[in-house]
C-alpha cells in the first residue's frame, strides 16, 4: 500500500483545512487509518484514527471536537476535516493504515504515506 497525504497549507489562527490521503491497493476498505502530526523538536504524536467499518472513530484529546476523520473507500481516500486551527496545530500531518482493520496503536501502522505541512499563523 502505497499512502500520499496532501491539503497541507498555511492557514490563520481559527482557519480550516481539509487533509486528504490518497491509498493504492484493492484492499484499502479492510484497513485501519490514521492521521499523525510531527511538529519540529517534537516527536510524532496521534491525531486521530478510523476503523475497517468506519465507527467510532478515536481521536485525540487536544482534538476537542475541532477535528473530523472520515473515509471514501470508493476513492480509497481518508480525510482529516480541521476547524478551529491553532499555532499548536502547525506540524508535517502523516497519514498511516493498519492491514489488521482496527487501530491498536501507532506502532501497529504498517504503512505510512509522505506528510503533508501544515502551518497555523498567529
Known amino acids: 500500500v502505497q499512502l500520499q497525504a496532501s491539503g497541507g497549507g498555511l492557514v490563520q489562527d481559527g482557519g480550516s483545512l481539509r487533509l486528504s490521503c490518497a491509498a493504492s491497493?484493492?484492499?484499502?476498505?479492510?484497513?485501519?487509518l490514521g492521521w499523525f502530526r510531527q511538529a519540529p523538536g517534537k516527536e510524532r504524536e496521534f491525531v486521530a484514527a478510523?476503523?475497517?467499518?468506519?465507527?467510532?472513530?478515536y481521536y485525540a484529546d487536544f482534538v476537542d471536537g475541532r477535528f473530523t476523520i472520515s473515509r471514501d473507500n470508493a476513492k480509497n481516500t481518508v480525510y482529516l476535516q480541521m476547524n478551529s486551527l491553532k499555532p499548536e496545530d502547525t506540524a508535517v500531518y502523516y497519514c498511516?493504515?493498519?492491514?489488521?482493520?482496527?487501530?491498536?496503536?501507532?506502532?501497529?501502522?504498517?504503512?505510512w504515506g509522505v506528510g503533508t505541512l501544515v502551518t497555523v499563523s498567529s
Open positions: 478510523i476503523n475497517w467499518r468506519g465507527r467510532p472513530p
Open positions: 498511516a493504515a493498519d492491514p489488521r482493520g482496527y487501530y491498536t496503536g501507532s506502532d501497529k501502522m504498517d504503512y
Open positions: 491497493g484493492r484492499t484499502f476498505s479492510s484497513y485501519a
